[in-house]
């Protein structure tokens, strides 16, 4: 049932709050406020643990030449890379939850049979936003409407899930 009390619909225009698998088991899904607030839950967690490694790093980086700090930025890009490749697609394909996402009580599956995503898919779900935001000028812009395409489709999948085959559903 829908949060309005209605069975699943067949008629594949209409928003219920609920999706039919390919297998044909029907999931409830998550919706779009959880899915912020967990989004915003992880980036906290996230920006906690970069600004740590960051201190860390600056208090290692015993330089002052101008030289030397462009290695400083390229070494705090590869950080924040591995902490985010890290922090979401391990747990992502492991349990198809982020930390925030439990917190919520949200979960990531595999639109086919809804299993776990795995490792591709995971990756490219997390891959999607992080290239979208590299394109010069409109990338950031880009990168917010993946995520925010989610509030205008019917099964609440943002152009990142549509890509890598992910619902996101309520445990």
């Known amino acids: 049932m829908s949060d ?21 088991e029907t999931v409830e899904l998550a919706r779009i406020g959880a899915r912020f607030g ?12 970069l600004v740590a490694l960051f201190f860390l790093l600056a208090s290692m980086w015993n330089s002052s030449d101008a030289a030397d700090f462009s290695g400083f930025g390229v070494t705090s890009i590869l950080v924040s890379l591995i902490v985010g490749v890290g922090y979401e697609v391990v747990q992502i394909a492991l349990w198809g939850q982020t ?9 990531v599956i595999h639109a ?10 995971a990756f490219g779900r997390w891959a999607i936003p992080g290239l979208l935001a590299l394109i010069p000028l409109v990338g950031w812009l880009l990168s917010i409407l993946c995520y925010v395409s989610a509030t205008w489709d019917r099964v609440y999948q943002g152009w990142h899930d549509k890509a890598a085959g992910t619902l996101v559903t309520k445990v």
């Open 4 to 24: 309005y009390g209605e069975p699943p619909s067949h008629d594949r225009n209409r928003r219920t709050g609920w999706a039919e698998l390919g297998s044909g």
């Open 38 to 49: 967990a989004r915003v839950l992880d980036a906290i967690i996230v920006a906690v643990v």
């Open 99 to 107: 930390l925030g996402k439990r917190m919520i009580g949200i979960k």
């Open 112 to 121: 086919a049979h809804g299993g776990l995503p795995g490792w591709g898919k």
